[in-house]
């Protein structure tokens, strides 16, 4: 007898390099293919494997992760620069500190919906890895 194809769903998935590939913006499962066809836009499937991606629902959590990691890295240099430099004034502070969340925030956010997605993928979430093998005829 062979692998059953409910043996083959139950095939687990590494996520962490499912996650390291998303962060790089590749497929989960070749890390070749390009997952994004625009900033934020992913592909409905990998260019080069042909995984399906249209099934993630990242939602709001990409935002949220990306907020996270922004707010603890630019508190913490605040908090540095503030410390060593005090005579500073509130403009510059205000000018230096909402560019650079910006900036982060625009450059990491890709490459955290790429791993959210990535985790998506490894966990079989939302109908990633739920693909029904093709019905015989006559069957229900």
Same mark, same amino acid.
């Given at each position: 007898? &062979? ?6 769903? /139950? #095939? ?19 890390? /070749? ?7 934020? +836009?992913?592909?409905? #499937?990998? =260019?080069?494997?042909?995984? /399906? !991606?249209?099934?993630?629902? $990242?939602?709001?959590? =990409? ?13 913490? %240099? ?8 005090? /005579? ?11 560019? %650079? ?12 919906? &790429? #791993? !959210? ?6 966990? +079989?979430?939302? &109908?990633?890895?739920? $693909?029904?093998? #093709? ?6």
């Amino acid at each position: 007898m &062979g692998v059953s194809f409910d043996t083959a769903l /139950e #095939a687990p998935r590494d996520w962490w390099l499912a996650m390291k590939r998303g962060m790089r913006l590749r497929c989960p499962h070749c890390g /070749e293919g390009k997952m994004f066809r625009a900033y934020l +836009k992913p592909n409905d #499937a990998c =260019p080069n494997c042909g995984e /399906e !991606l249209h099934h993630h629902r $990242a939602d709001d959590a =990409p935002p949220y992760v990306t907020i996270v990691i922004v707010g603890h890295i630019v508190v913490g %240099l605040l908090m540095v620069v503030d410390q060593r430099y005090p /005579e500073l004034s509130m403009w510059l502070h205000m000018a230096m500190w909402t560019t %650079l969340s910006v900036v982060l925030s625009l450059i990491l956010l890709p490459s955290v919906k &790429g #791993a !959210l997605i990535g985790l998506q993928w490894a966990l +079989k979430m939302h &109908g990633f890895g739920t $693909a029904m093998p #093709a019905r015989r005829p006559g069957q229900m």
